[in-house]
């Protein structure tokens, strides 16, 4: 009361509005008046008399009263205005991705009144502006406090979640959640036609309750009360908290003719323009008013409202004028200068006009006919509904348009219309301003585009035909497909009212195992059955159809009502006709009509029967050139009953029968053969020797079955295909060839004969001269019939181009270059192309050149010419009055300009380069690439056949070939890349050949580029030879003239070459190494990537190696070598080391560089000991230890399983001693990624003064004494657990208890920091209350450590798992466990030999080389006998839990166990391969299989070896149980998804160990045409053969495998079939085969060692005898053996050694060969043989010695 009456603090009594209406009364009484000075005089302003409006700032003061009235324009709305909408249409395209499966309609509704803010305003390409909004809560209550929420308010929110009782709104406002009721959020569902609320939807909601402070506001959502919430001056609200869509009172200040303006909530000015007042109440100054706020922009402090019923009310009107209707007088109402034109349009409805389209003209000023009262013709192309307006245009363009709404456009209508831009999904078009379609990427064209952006560019029109039209969602999707757009068929749009047999265009929008659904337009779409697709049967439709192919259908029948199609690819003539009835006799010539043409062939009718036949591609001719171009012609036809078919559809041949046509032939020599009555009629008329014209009807592994006229096929063995060997038939020939077959053999009683295609049966039967004459004979056939394709397309396609003859000069813009081949485009419009293949081009892209017809295209429909300058330096008139000149008969010179399959096109240099024409086989056997042999550029001796006023025919007779230059190192060429293989590129200089290495092309290059990536054939390179071989390098095999491209080498000496090259191999390593030093950086190429390494080369002759950690910096690469590098890809590397066989590299890393402590590195694990932590290889092959508190942040039980062996990790330095060989290392992602937001839950303990008294510490026991346990806090403090404070109860054995390497929950008792001594306990009663992860329980201590309590509830460590880091887990196959090794650590081969064998090279895995740190370790803390002790423990502890597992496994008898374990287990296949052996056994063979498709589903993809155990299982269960047909499905599949050849090795097993050798011979056979480059599928197809005692087979595999095998893999091949034959077949085979093995080896003293071995298992002497080249006869060496009563095998074993040691080795291999040798004395001799040996080595030893001396 007090505080009323005398109030104090400046505070007033009188509201704000109160304060400014007493102002405005003062200001009337003095309106304008002004001091003497003339300006406006100033109230003074005092404390008492300031209001809370004056206070705040962002309230507007006495000066800021007088806002203009502003049009709202689209400047308006700028980034972070609150904005009040209303929805106008919902588009499911604006919906996110995250959301992209709500059904929007569902949250909104049109007319729904929204609050949003403005994010963005965009710029669209065509410079308009487009404003982003957003509804996102946290956005639009960004400035709202949960402490100044009142009673009353208007919040915008989301439904979080649905709860028991209600639901919980989300306003992204901190600390504030907001409730609703169930009872009204149903009733609010309702109203929305939803059955509940979904989570996400927004909300407007109105605060009905505050509890807890703040924090919980009960509200309500009801439209009706949302809508009537008022806000008022008590809420306090600011600019920014004053949103878009408040309900307020207000008071009129200000009217004008732009409109009013308001103030309200005691201090805020907002206007009000003039489309926004009620016309309908009068308003008046200081008259009181209801408004909605429309926007509030808090920079700008400008507020606009509106005063419309539909806004203020909320009663929107969504029944608008209807888009596109036209107003023929409507009237201006008002004009605003410069923006618009408000129209009355009819009684109850306004629009307005903006400047832009009141004329298709730019205007700037409305002029006189636009004034007050006019009334214009207009059409209404939008809707305002918040205005209340609609939106209209007067343009002319617009008025005219045919299409203004999507309800206009029909299904199947043209329209024409402008590209926006080409996406990858399609082309946007712009139909009319307000309308967009899309033509979707399938539909761009009849055919699938390359290069689109060069056809559709942005601004073109382009011509299309309605596909889908949905107008609701304003979708509109076209096809451009030409044979669509201008089809003249009719156009199905529905299923209703369709006529039988109508023909209609439409596209293949699926194709299925039985047939193809067509798709019209408005998604009408019927199914094509696999018997209704062609007249030819058709097995697999996806090998002819494809989806997007647009196909001409027939209507079989229609069904309304289900709204299906049946639809039919065959004409209805063709469907009635029947050949079924037709018995196929002989061939006869007939006349046919075209129907159809697919890419299989043509449909046509014979003429006088009328009955259905077809044409395949390859019948159309003997050429496939001439086929190719036919197919696309008839394809491309618009209607295929045009005249010019008929030239080309006569006068054919009739020549089989399939299950429902005729088949036809276009082929000449078929033709030929039945009109000269040549043909045999029936298969008694044939005879052995016989040549016959037929053509390849299929080919097979053993040959190809050849027909001829009248249905008489024959088989053309594989030996009878060439005269050469042919391995693969398909390979040399195609369906469809042209063949003379010539009769070899006759099997009359089962009607069978063989013919051979070889080219000596050929020539012994015609003669060579006959065989030329029938040669030219067929190129002349040849060219008639593409003389007639030319007329055919001259006449319908106008190709080739009038003025664009054969020999015509010509000029042309380039286009593009690609290598060598260029594109231009000439003068006339026409595409051509031509090969450069000659030095001294320098052509660039965009330039103008010159150049001479040569050839047509018949295909791509492109012209080819030449630029060679010989050829266009002259006129046309000149080149054709060379045709004078020339005479038949003589010999010329050819060079080659053009190879085609079926002609060459050549000029002949003596005849003025003129242009003549040469078959491209000399053989009418056209087998496959046999033009290949001809290349562009090459010359020729030919002898010219034919000339005509037309062309001149030639026939190639022999290569000239230049004399090759004596070669020699040092001489510089001119080269040309013949191919490119792997590591190297093929060149030919002359008449030589020479490879350029890939670390011979280029001086430097960037990283990841590819050196032979820069040639390509043909090109021509600069080389310089740098070595020759030892033997003549005239054929392409024999490349042994190495050549290099590297400029540098052009710089050296040639003597510097010379004495590099006289080197041995061995010496040009050893000096090559050396000179590479630490730090130098060197440019090494990828080799092959093995076992976290990349092997590179530095040089032909220099190998190294990058460590992997040494390859990036980057996890991802180092997680996946192998996709990252690339085989000859170049690298930048630094010289690590160097040594006689590598230079170890690093691409990564700088020789100097430092592992400081702070730096985060990658790692990796190679080695994880239970007790200790994991062991990391770090870069530079140092090597760091993480201990069990630094793996991670959250400490766990067995800590160590979070990680695995050679997994890469981040690993941050922590500590490095003086010496860098101790570093300690950190894993916890605190260290590594210090901004990650990942909780900390134990912290790291830097040192003791972090740790107080009390405090409760988790840690890992690190070890147990007497004096008690210590735990390990982090990894420089322990603490320490006195016997007395291990628990509050009794524990007899409390050292059993409590292992190294367990978790703990301790409590700090004391800490003593001079000692840096810290006492813990872990009794329950100290750290009770406290929340610890691992609980101890309670434990009874006797003072005899003898346990007495076994149920302790402390959670006992897996033993297996204990000793993770000590032994290597057993492998799946179940290999035998191995001895430890000192380091405590498995070997990864699971070998522990100890060979000493100098040549056998052991791989060992990095993490046993580089482990030796670790066990350096471990070797300080514990002494040698304690080890031994341990390990011997250990021993037993790892036996004991093996046995323990192998009964568990046997404990397992339910399904419900099987699942335990494998949920335990989901990655170990040996868990499930129980399961599925648990179902065999109990013969439910379908549970087995759905265990083992559980276990493919379930298994991670990174487990490969435990994926392909389980497939392996699968093909096995299939094998015993399944049939022939589910094992190979399963094995298909396996293919699939595992290493192929891993796969077919394991079915191989599978088949042998069954017995079925049938199946596995014929396997075998796949896998060496799959794999023919790999020795173990040759080899373990022979030892297959030899097993089988298939000896014969097994030899010739070794033969066949050698010829396919490289030359890197012969010796390995050849030793193992060497150990075959002493193991299975013939010891005296075996024997030959390693003396001349060795004869050329003779230091291999692996080879030595496996041969000594194989002749001591002998046990044969005259074998034995016959492999050491020894007469059987003998008889001093029989009387020899009989003497020193030894056995036969001994002793020719020990000659074997004899021989081998007094080979000349270096004296490591001699000290193997010796020790070998007195081994098996040792074994099978006496002393005299021992000291016999003993003598050798002596005497061996002194010999070395004296030649050092």
């Known amino acids: 009361m007090a505080e009323i009456d005398f109030p104090r603090g400046g505070k007033s009594v009188l509201s704000p509005f109160e304060v400014q209406q007493a102002k405005r009364k003062v200001e009337d009484d003095a309106l304008f008046k002004t001091n003497s000075n003339g300006s406006v005089k100033k109230t003074k302003k005092g404390k008492y008399n300031s209001s809370p409006a004056a206070k705040r700032k962002d309230l507007p003061v006495d000066e800021e009263i007088t806002t203009n009235v502003d049009a709202i324009t689209i400047s308006t709305y700028k980034n972070g205005v609150s904005v009040l909408g209303i929805i106008k249409e919902i588009n499911p395209l604006d919906i996110a991705e995250t959301v992209a499966q709500l059904d929007l309609n569902s949250f909104f509704r049109i007319g729904d009144m929204i609050r949003c803010v403005v994010v963005e305003v965009q710029l669209t390409k065509n410079k308009h502006k487009r404003i982003k909004l957003t509804m996102d809560p946290k956005i639009i209550n960004d400035k709202f406090k949960a402490s100044r929420i009142q009673l009353g308010m208007m919040l915008s929110g989301y439904v979080a979640s649905i709860e028991d009782h209600g639901y919980i709104v989300s306003y992204e406002i901190e600390n504030l959640v907001g409730f609703l009721s169930q009872q009204e959020g149903l009733e609010y569902a309702k109203t929305r036609q939803l059955d509940d609320l979904p989570v996400g939807l927004p909300v407007n909601c109105i605060v009905r309750n505050v509890k807890e402070k703040g924090r919980l506001i009960a509200v309500g959502i009801s439209s009706a009360e949302v809508l009537k919430a008022k806000a008022h001056e008590g809420m306090r609200l600011t600019y920014d908290t004053l949103q878009a869509g408040l309900y307020v009172n207000a008071t009129v200040t200000k009217i004008n003719t732009k409109g009013a303006q308001l103030a309200f909530l005691g201090g805020f000015y907002g206007s009000v323009t003039a489309d926004h007042l009620n016309q309908t109440n009068s308003l008046a100054e200081r008259s009181k008013v209801t408004a909605r706020i429309m926007y509030v922009d808090p920079n700008s402090k400008k507020i606009g409202l509106s005063l419309l019923n539909t806004v203020v009310k909320g009663q929107v009107d969504v029944s608008q004028p209807e888009i596109g209707h036209i107003i023929e007088n409507a009237a201006v109402v008002r004009i605003d200068k410069g923006i618009g034109l408000l129209l009355q349009l009819d009684d109850n409805q306004k629009g307005y006009l903006h400047i832009s389209r009141a004329s298709d003209k730019h205007i700037d000023k409305f002029g006189k006919q636009y004034k007050i009262g006019s009334k214009h013709r207009c059409r209404v192309i939008a809707n305002s509904l918040i205005d209340e307006l609609a939106i209209i245009t007067m343009q002319q363009s617009v008025l005219e348009q045919q299409f203004v709404n999507y309800n206009d456009i029909k299904p199947g209508a043209l329209i024409m219309g402008k590209i926006i831009s080409l996406e990858d999904f399609g082309i946007l078009i712009q139909v009319t301003d307000h309308i967009k379609a899309l033509c979707p990427s399938l539909h761009m064209s009849d055919i699938t585009l390359k290069h689109p952006e060069k056809k559709f560019k942005e601004g073109n029109k382009i011509k299309c035909r309605v596909l889908t039209v949905d107008a609701k969602r304003k979708r509109l999707i076209l096809t451009h497909k030409k044979s669509m757009v201008h089809s003249s068929q009719a156009v199905i749009t529905s299923y209703e009212n369709i006529q039988h047999n109508i023909a209609a265009h439409g596209f293949i929008s699926s194709v299925r195992s039985n047939g193809c659904i067509v798709t019209f337009y408005n998604n009408v779409r019927g199914f094509v059955h696999k018997r209704n697709l062609s007249t030819q049967y058709i097995e697999n439709p996806d090998t002819v159809f494809f989806v997007g192919q647009v196909v001409l259908s027939y209507v079989l029948s229609?069904?309304?009502?289900?709204?299906?199609?049946?639809?039919?690819?065959?004409?209805?003539?063709?469907?009635?006709?029947?050949?079924?009835?037709?018995?196929?006799?002989?061939?006869?010539?007939?006349?046919?009509?075209?129907?159809?043409?697919?890419?299989?062939?043509?449909?046509?009718?014979?003429?006088?029967?009328?009955?259905?036949?077809?044409?395949?591609?390859?019948?159309?001719?003997?050429?496939?050139?001439?086929?190719?171009?036919?197919?696309?012609?008839?394809?491309?036809?618009?209607?295929?009953?045009?005249?010019?078919?008929?030239?080309?559809?006569?006068?054919?041949?009739?020549?089989?029968?399939?299950?429902?046509?005729?088949?036809?032939?276009?082929?000449?020599?078929?033709?030929?053969?039945?009109?000269?009555?040549?043909?045999?009629?029936?298969?008694?008329?044939?005879?052995?020797?016989?040549?016959?014209?037929?053509?390849?009807?299929?080919?097979?592994?053993?040959?190809?079955?050849?027909?001829?006229?009248?249905?008489?096929?024959?088989?053309?063995?594989?030996?009878?295909?060439?005269?050469?060997?042919?391995?693969?038939?398909?390979?040399?020939?195609?369906?469809?060839?042209?063949?003379?077959?010539?009769?070899?053999?006759?099997?009359?009683?089962?009607?069978?004969?063989?013919?051979?295609?070889?080219?000596?049966?050929?020539?012994?039967?015609?003669?060579?001269?006959?065989?030329?004459?029938?040669?030219?004979?067929?190129?002349?056939?040849?060219?008639?019939?593409?003389?007639?394709?030319?007329?055919?397309?001259?006449?319908?396609?106008?190709f080739p181009p009038a003025g664009l003859l054969i020999g015509e000069l010509v000029t042309g813009m380039i286009e593009s270059i690609d290598g060598n081949h260029v594109t231009l485009l000439l003068k006339k419009g026409q595409k051509a192309t031509a090969t450069i293949y000659f030095d001294d081009a320098n052509y660039k892209a965009n330039s103008s050149v010159t150049a001479r017809v040569i050839d047509y295209d018949l295909i791509s429909r492109t012209v080819r010419v030449s630029l060679h300058p010989d050829m266009i330096n002259y006129s046309s008139k000149q080149f054709y009055k060379m045709h004078k000149q020339i005479k038949a008969d003589n010999n010329t010179t050819a060079i080659v300009e053009l190879v085609n399959c079926d002609h060459i096109v050549c000029r002949l240099p003596d005849y003025k380069n003129i242009i003549a024409l040469a078959p491209s086989t000399q053989y009418w056997n056209n087998a496959k690439g046999a033009h290949r042999k001809y290349v562009i550029g090459s010359r020729y001796m030919a002898r010219v056949e034919r000339v005509t006023m037309t062309k001149i025919i030639v026939y190639l007779l022999k290569e000239i070939v230049d004399e090759s230059p004596k070669v020699s190192i040092g001489q510089i060429f001119d080269a040309k890349v013949e191919t490119i293989r792997q590591f190297f590129a093929v060149v030919k200089f002359g008449n030589s050949y020479g490879t350029i290495h890939v670390s011979e092309v280029v001086d430097e290059i960037e990283d990841g580029g590819s050196p032979l990536a820069t040639l390509s054939v043909g090109l021509s390179v600069r080389v310089r030879v740098i070595n020759i071989g030892n033997y003549k390098s005239r054929t392409k095999k024999g490349f042994k003239i190495e050549c290099s491209a590297k400029p540098s080498v052009f710089l050296l000496n040639a003597a510097i070459l010379e004495a590099k090259a006289k080197e041995t191999d061995e010496d040009r390593n050893k000096s090559a190494v050396k000179m590479y030093k630490p730090g130098d950086r060197i440019v090494a190429y990828v080799h092959s990537i093995r076992s976290f390494c990349i092997n590179v080369f530095v040089s032909r002759n220099i190998k190294g190696k990058v460590f992997g950690l040494h390859a990036s910096k980057a996890y991802n690469v180092l997680r996946d070598l192998s996709n990252n590098f690339k085989v000859c890809q170049a690298y930048n590397c630094c010289v690590l080391s160097n040594s006689e066989d590598v230079v170890d590299l690093s691409i990564a890393y700088p020789y100097d560089?430092?592992?400081?402590?702070?730096?985060?590195?990658?790692?990796?694990?190679?080695?994880?000991?239970?007790?200790?932590?994991?062991?990391?290889?770090?870069?530079?092959?140092?090597?760091?230890?993480?201990?069990?508190?630094?793996?991670?942040?959250?400490?766990?039980?067995?800590?160590?399983?979070?990680?695995?062996?050679?997994?890469?990790?981040?690993?941050?330095?922590?500590?490095?001693?003086?010496?860098?060989?101790?570093?300690?290392?950190?894993?916890?992602?605190?260290?590594?990624?210090?901004?990650?937001?990942?909780?900390?839950?134990?912290?790291?303990?830097?040192?003791?003064?972090?740790?107080?008294?009390?405090?409760?510490?988790?840690?890992?026991?690190?070890?147990?004494?007497?004096?008690?346990?210590?735990?390990?806090?982090?990894?420089?403090?322990?603490?320490?657990?006195?016997?007395?404070?291990?628990?509050?109860?009794?524990?007899?054995?409390?050292?059993?208890?409590?292992?190294?390497?367990?978790?703990?929950?301790?409590?700090?008792?004391?800490?003593?920091?001079?000692?840096?001594?810290?006492?813990?306990?872990?009794?329950?009663?100290?750290?009770?209350?406290?929340?610890?992860?691992?609980?101890?329980?309670?434990?009874?201590?006797?003072?005899?450590?003898?346990?007495?309590?076994?149920?302790?509830?402390?959670?006992?460590?897996?033993?297996?798992?204990?000793?993770?880091?000590?032994?290597?887990?057993?492998?799946?196959?179940?290999?035998?466990?191995?001895?430890?090794?000192?380091?405590?650590?498995?070997?990864?081969?699971?070998?522990?030999?100890?060979?000493?064998?100098?040549?056998?090279?052991?791989?060992?895995?990095?993490?046993?080389?580089?482990?030796?740190?670790?066990?350096?370790?471990?070797?300080?803390?514990?002494?040698?006998?304690?080890?031994?002790?341990?390990?011997?423990?250990?021993?037993?502890?790892?036996?004991?839990?093996?046995?323990?597992?192998?009964?568990?496994?046997?404990?397992?008898?339910?399904?419900?166990?099987?699942?335990?374990?494998?949920?335990?287990?989901?990655?170990?296949?040996?868990?499930?391969?129980?399961?599925?052996?648990?179902?065999?056994?109990?013969?439910?063979?379908?549970?087995?299989?759905?265990?083992?498709?559980?276990?493919?589903?379930?298994?991670?993809?990174?487990?490969?070896?435990?994926?392909?155990?389980?497939?392996?299982?699968?093909?096995?269960?299939?094998?015993?149980?399944?049939?022939?047909?589910?094992?190979?499905?399963?094995?298909?599949?396996?293919?699939?998804?595992?290493?192929?050849?891993?796969?077919?090795?394991?079915?191989?097993?599978?088949?042998?160990?069954?017995?079925?050798?049938?199946?596995?011979?014929?396997?075998?056979?796949?896998?060496?045409?799959?794999?023919?480059?790999?020795?173990?599928?040759?080899?373990?197809?022979?030892?297959?053969?030899?097993?089988?005692?298939?000896?014969?087979?097994?030899?010739?595999?070794?033969?066949?495998?050698?010829?396919?095998?490289?030359?890197?893999?012969?010796?390995?091949?050849?030793?193992?079939?060497?150990?075959?034959?002493?193991?299975?077949?013939?010891?005296?085979?075996?024997?030959?085969?390693?003396?001349?093995?060795?004869?050329?080896?003779?230091?291999?003293?692996?080879?030595?060692?496996?041969?000594?071995?194989?002749?001591?298992?002998?046990?044969?002497?005259?074998?034995?005898?016959?492999?050491?080249?020894?007469?059987?006869?003998?008889?001093?060496?029989?009387?020899?053996?009989?003497?020193?009563?030894?056995?036969?095998?001994f002793y020719f074993g020990r000659k074997i050694f004899e021989k081998a040691v007094k080979i000349t080795l270096s004296s490591k291999k001699i000290k193997f060969l010796f020790k070998k040798y007195m081994e098996f004395e040792s074994k099978h001799g006496n002393e005299e043989s021992i000291e016999h040996v003993r003598q050798m080595a002596v005497d061996y030893v002194s010999s070395q010695i004296d030649k050092s001396n």
């Open 558 to 798: 229609a069904d309304n009502v289900n709204k299906k199609l049946n639809l039919s690819l065959k004409s209805p003539e063709l469907s009635s006709s029947s050949s079924s009835n037709l018995q196929f006799k002989q061939s006869k010539i007939i006349d046919v009509n075209l129907f159809r043409a697919s890419a299989e062939g043509l449909d046509v009718l014979m003429q006088q029967s009328g009955l259905a036949a077809c044409i395949p591609v390859y019948h159309l001719s003997d050429y496939p050139s001439i086929c190719q171009a036919l197919i696309k012609y008839f394809l491309l036809q618009e209607s295929v009953n045009k005249d010019v078919n008929v030239k080309l559809l006569k006068q054919l041949v009739t020549v089989g029968k399939t299950k429902s046509s005729v088949i036809v032939s276009r082929k000449q020599s078929l033709i030929d053969a039945v009109r000269s009555n040549s043909a045999i009629q029936n298969f008694d008329q044939l005879q052995v020797g016989l040549m016959m014209n037929g053509f390849i009807k299929l080919t097979m592994e053993y040959g190809c079955f050849v027909e001829f006229s009248n249905g008489l096929v024959g088989l053309a063995p594989i030996g009878l295909l060439s005269d050469g060997f042919v391995d693969d038939a398909s390979a040399y020939y195609s369906v469809g060839d042209s063949v003379i077959g010539k009769v070899t053999d006759i099997e009359h009683e089962r009607k069978r004969f063989l013919v051979s295609l070889r080219l000596s049966d050929y020539l012994k039967s015609v003669g060579k001269d006959d065989a030329k004459i029938q040669t030219l004979k067929k190129f002349d056939q040849y060219l008639d019939e593409r003389n007639t394709v030319i007329q055919v397309l001259e006449k319908v396609y106008d």
């Open 1153 to 1689: 560089y430092k592992l400081d402590v702070g730096c985060v590195i990658p790692g990796r694990i190679i080695n994880l000991v239970h007790k200790l932590g994991a062991v990391v290889q770090l870069p530079l092959r140092k090597c760091g230890v993480a201990s069990l508190t630094n793996i991670s942040d959250e400490y766990k039980e067995d800590i160590t399983t979070m990680l695995s062996a050679k997994q890469i990790v981040s690993c941050y330095i922590s500590k490095v001693s003086s010496d860098c060989k101790k570093i300690d290392v950190s894993l916890r992602a605190s260290r590594t990624n210090p901004n990650s937001d990942a909780e900390v839950v134990d912290k790291e303990i830097k040192n003791i003064n972090e740790i107080a008294n009390g405090q409760i510490l988790r840690g890992y026991i690190k070890g147990v004494s007497k004096k008690g346990v210590f735990v390990a806090l982090s990894n420089s403090l322990t603490g320490r657990i006195k016997i007395k404070n291990l628990s509050d109860k009794y524990i007899e054995d409390w050292g059993s208890k409590y292992k190294d390497g367990m978790l703990v929950t301790a409590k700090v008792i004391s800490i003593d920091l001079e000692e840096q001594h810290i006492e813990l306990s872990l009794k329950e009663s100290a750290i009770k209350g406290t929340s610890a992860k691992t609980e101890i329980s309670t434990i009874k201590v006797g003072p005899d450590g003898a346990s007495a309590n076994d149920d302790s509830d402390v959670e006992s460590i897996d033993e297996e798992k204990e000793k993770s880091g000590l032994k290597r887990k057993r492998s799946i196959s179940n290999e035998s466990r191995l001895k430890l090794s000192s380091a405590f650590q498995w070997s990864s081969d699971g070998n522990i030999d100890g060979n000493d064998n100098p040549d056998s090279v052991n791989v060992m895995d990095e993490s046993q080389s580089d482990s030796d740190d670790s066990v350096e370790v471990l070797s300080k803390t514990q002494n040698k006998r304690k080890r031994r002790a341990k390990d011997k423990a250990e021993e037993e502890e790892i036996y004991r839990t093996e046995l323990a597992l192998a009964n568990n496994a046997n404990a397992l008898e339910t399904p419900d166990d099987f699942d335990r374990l494998i949920v335990s287990n989901p990655d170990d296949s040996s868990a499930w391969l129980q399961y599925m052996a648990y179902y065999l056994q109990t013969a439910e063979i379908d549970k087995s299989r759905d265990v083992a498709e559980r276990a493919l589903k379930t298994i991670s993809f990174r487990e490969s070896q435990h994926l392909l155990n389980v497939w392996i299982a699968m093909m096995n269960l299939e094998n015993l149980y399944g049939t022939q047909e589910t094992l190979l499905k399963v094995f298909q599949r396996a293919v699939q998804r595992n290493n192929p050849k891993d796969v077919f090795f394991q079915l191989s097993r599978i088949y042998i160990r069954s017995d079925k050798h049938d199946l596995a011979e014929k396997l075998f056979r796949n896998m060496i045409k799959r794999f023919n480059t790999s020795k173990k599928v040759w080899i373990r197809y022979g030892q297959f053969l030899f097993e089988i005692n298939k000896f014969d087979g097994a030899r010739k595999i070794l033969q066949r495998g050698l010829k396919s095998l490289p030359k890197r893999k012969h010796l390995a091949t050849i030793v193992k079939f060497a150990q075959f034959e002493f193991k299975y077949g013939d010891q005296a085979r075996g024997c030959t085969i390693f003396e001349s093995v060795l004869s050329n080896y003779p230091k291999r003293t692996d080879l030595w060692s496996v041969y000594t071995d194989m002749a001591i298992k002998g046990g044969d002497v005259d074998q034995v005898r016959v492999g050491l080249g020894w007469g059987n006869g003998n008889k001093f060496q029989k009387l020899l053996i009989k003497v020193l009563d030894l056995d036969d095998a």
